[in-house]
């Protein structure tokens, strides 16, 4: 089935921590990544995406991700995290599915950064 | 320029009444498609329209109903809402015109509590 995966569900790290969320999806063709962040009280933005070209794509506040083709993954990365780094991160794919183009979203990581 | 807007923001229903929420995409945009999120589910898609047209419908039953306007303008409808239809419905539109699979832009959702 085709489905988008966060490996963790909830996270807390201390300011200054490396952070590492994880995102694996079932899809075989071409596919636009995404990663999209909820901050308290606010609506979803944009993180950053990949489309095609360098599989390490940079977004803003410092967030990047690496797009890894043999391993279906996308993961997000972070040295060094700040306390307004808290809120949930949806990791999420857009392709062809069955029914026609769709772009589909994992559970969400909620991360909590402690100050 | 104007994001997307919901609403109603917040709404209260009983079990077995009916629901239309609506959403105006940013200007120019002619993609609206409209998920659901609930804790721990992430965002499941619902469906997405374009120019009037369902391109593409998740897996909902046929409770769950939309439309599009001439002027991109989308509603949805939930008809005899059951307890689980309780979330926060999500608005997404896309400058895409050939697929709805690049960035998409959110509103901040309309909260349906069902009783």
């Known amino acids: 089935a085709q489905s988008v995966s966060q490996h963790n569900h909830h996270v807390i790290l201390s300011e200054a921590a490396s952070l590492e969320l994880g995102c694996n999806y079932s899809?075989?063709?071409?596919?636009?990544l995404f990663w999209y962040v909820q901050y308290p009280g606010q609506h979803l933005q944009l993180l950053l995406k990949?489309?095609?070209?360098?599989?390490l794509v940079k977004g803003i506040k410092g967030f990047e991700a690496e797009f890894i083709k043999s391993k279906f993954s996308f993961n997000l990365r972070k040295p060094s995290v700040q306390w307004s780094d808290t809120a949930e991160y949806f990791c999420?794919?857009?392709?062809?599915?069955?029914?026609?183009?769709?772009?589909?979203f994992g559970a969400g990581t909620r991360l909590f950064v402690k100050a | 320029k104007a994001g997307v807007t919901q609403t109603p923001r917040y709404l209260i229903k009983t079990r077995g009444q009916q629901v239309t929420l609506s959403c105006s995409p940013i200007?120019?945009?002619?993609?609206v498609s409209w998920y659901q999120q609930t804790p721990g589910q992430g965002l499941q898609f619902l469906f997405e329209?374009?120019?009037?047209?369902?391109?593409n419908k998740g897996n909902f039953p046929g409770r769950f109903s939309g439309r599009q306007f001439s002027n991109s303008r989308s509603e949805m409808n939930v008809s005899t809402l059951e307890l689980g239809d309780s979330a926060l419905y999500l608005c997404?539109?896309?400058?895409?015109?050939?697929?709805?699979?690049?960035?998409?832009?959110f509103g901040e959702g309309s909260r349906l509590t069902v009783l």
């Open positions: 997404a539109s896309s400058r895409d015109d050939s697929t709805n699979t690049g960035e998409l832009f």
């Open positions: 329209y374009f120019s009037e047209t369902q391109r």
């Open positions: 899809y075989g063709g071409t596919v636009n």
């Open positions: 999420a794919v857009g392709g062809s599915y069955t029914g026609g183009f769709k772009t589909i």
């Open positions: 990949y489309f095609s070209g360098d599989p």
């Open positions: 200007s120019g945009h002619r993609s």
